[in-house]
């Protein structure tokens, strides 16, 4: 499996921006649809943003139009610029492939808290 290290997380007020970044280790990075997924406390995990090995994006609707989702394949680094930020963004960050087929161990995630 490879390993990711997700950073960049932390607090924020409402309306604030975040940039989380993934650093994946090996060489299937770039050979992989990436994306960002998010668990809240007491919900489920959710993919909220993914870029294809192409450069196309896709986003979940609570997200659409304030989260940025990017990568640097010579870098094997997936990121995620979060704008406007809302209380209901408050989750753990995790980044791994799209679709999840367990080729990327989940990383310990990092953390967004957003305060109203």
């Known amino acids: 499996q490879v390993h990711v290290v997700e950073s960049g997380g932390g607090l924020v007020q409402a309306g604030g921006s975040l940039r989380l970044s993934c650093a994946a280790s090996?060489?299937?990075?770039?050979?992989?649809?990436m994306g960002w997924y998010r668990q809240a406390p007491g919900k489920e995990r959710e993919l909220v943003a993914a870029?294809?090995?192409?450069?196309?994006?896709h986003y979940a609707d609570s997200v659409l139009g304030r989260f940025t989702v990017s990568r640097d394949n010579a870098k094997n680094i997936l990121y995620l610029e979060m704008t406007s930020l809302q209380p209901e963004d408050t989750a753990m960050y995790y980044c791994?492939?799209?679709?999840?087929?367990?080729?990327?161990?989940w990383g310990k995630g990092t953390l967004v808290t957003v305060s109203s």
């Open positions: 791994a492939e799209v679709p999840r087929l367990g080729m990327f161990q």
């Open positions: 090996g060489t299937i990075f770039s050979g992989n649809s």
């Open positions: 870029a294809s090995t192409g450069g196309m994006t």
